[in-house]
């Protein structure tokens, strides 16, 4: 079946950046979409961007331009966010999941707490 | 950005009961719209898509529907584990949006 395993829990100082993966499993990733997402706990949920592994061609959310960063290794199914300058603003849940325009299959989300 | 305006906020229900939630768009969508469930430490999960399509394995006692730039989530005969916040996406245009969610609590 269709398996989405992200990264465990990061703390960080702000001003550093991190990087998330999401292991993918059960599907043909090299012809699929990613998206990301950011949640804060008892808030809804933000786009921040999509990424087609075929090519490794991206779409971005304005807001979060030069912020995150998506890249993708095909040879091991794994989809990455690089988020860069944490601030306490950035701390939040991230999310990836297939997109197909609809998200069918999500990760079990990684938690990112900025902190000094 | 396309707005996706969601009510209620939050309600509560009794076993069995049937619930709606309601989503608007501020703009057509065409129908691109999903509804999600999501419970606590969890990630969502698809129930509906493109406004009226049932997700493979999602019990039919949930429904979507439309009327315009209105789109309502049905669900009928209220079950213990519909417990949840349920949530609306367009995917009309980018960058993709979401209502604030519904809280569904069951009395």
């Known amino acids: 079946q ?3 395993q992200q990264s465990g829990a990061e703390l960080v100082k702000p001003g550093a950046s991190v990087k998330l993966s999401c292991k993918t499993s059960g599907y043909t990733f090299s012809t699929s979409y990613m998206s990301w997402f950011k949640q804060i706990p008892g808030q809804s949920i933000e786009w921040i961007g999509m990424i087609y592994a075929g090519d490794g061609g991206t779409g971005y959310n304005q807001k979060f331009k030069g912020k995150a960063t998506l890249t993708v290794d095909t040879s091991s199914s794994t989809a990455y966010m690089d988020l860069s300058s944490l601030t ?8 990836c999941a297939r997109d197909w325009g609809v998200m069918d299959a999500w990760g079990q989300g990684a ?4 902190s000094s | 950005d396309i707005q996706m305006t969601q009510s209620p ?7 069995g009961e049937t619930v709606t939630i309601e989503c608007l ?3 057509d969508i065409y129908s691109n719209l999903a509804w999600y469930q999501q419970k606590p430490g969890k990630s969502p999960q698809l129930l509906i898509y493109d406004a009226s399509s ?7 006692r949930f ?8 789109y309502s989530l049905e669900i009928n005969s209220l079950q213990s584990e519909d417990a949840a916040t349920y949530f609306c996406q367009q995917h009309h245009d980018y960058p993709y949006t979401f209502g604030a969610g519904t809280k569904l609590e069951l009395k």
């Open chain 2, 54 to 60: 049932l997700q493979d394995g999602v019990p039919s």
């Open chain 1, 111 to 114: 938690s990112v707490t900025v």
């Open chain 1, 88 to 95: 306490t603003e950035d701390s939040a849940v991230y999310f």
């Open chain 2, 63 to 70: 429904s979507g529907s439309e009327s315009g730039t209105q």
């Open chain 2, 25 to 27: 768009a501020s703009e």
């Open chain 1, 2 to 4: 269709v398996k989405l």
């Open chain 2, 9 to 15: 906020a939050s309600l509560s229900a009794s076993l």
